[in-house]
Nanobody, 115 residues
Framework: QVRLVESGGDLVQAGGSLRLSCKAS????????MRWYRQFPGKEREFVAG????????AYADSVKGRFTISRDNTKNTLYLQMNNLKPEDVAMYYC????????WGLGTRVAISS
């Protein structure tokens, strides 16, 4: 059974940093593309970053380029999102996502920012 569990969300000051983690289980993590999405209150989820199975290709939303870094450790079945220079507009629930014959999402982790 595919399971994705996010962690690392917190309340930080504007300009601060956080590292989100997504622990995966129930599938061959090293063989699948992984993505981070976020959702603002009352809005649809939006793509943040994606990484191929080997990490050789990475993509970012324009709004986070230069500030966020996606990575993965296939030995630990874990996906990461390093977020630097956080801004008030980054406040959202952050979700881990993969497609393994169906869409799978974690429950999310909340990022809050104090100005």
């Amino acid at each position: 059974q595919v399971r994705l569990v996010e962690s690392g969300g917190d309340l930080v000051q504007a300009g601060g940093s956080l590292r989100l983690s997504c622990k995966a289980s129930g599938f061959d993590f090293e063989n699948y593309v992984m993505r981070w999405y976020r959702q603002f209150p009352g809005k649809e989820r939006e793509f943040v970053a994606g990484i191929t199975d080997t990490g050789d290709r990475i993509a970012y939303a324009d709004s986070v380029k230069g500030r966020f870094t996606i990575s993965r450790d296939n030995t630990k079945n874990t996906l990461y999102l390093q977020m630097n220079n956080l801004k008030p507009e980054d406040v959202a629930m952050y979700y881990c996502y993969t497609y393994v014959r169906a869409d799978y999402w974690g429950l999310g982790t909340r990022v809050a920012i104090s100005s």
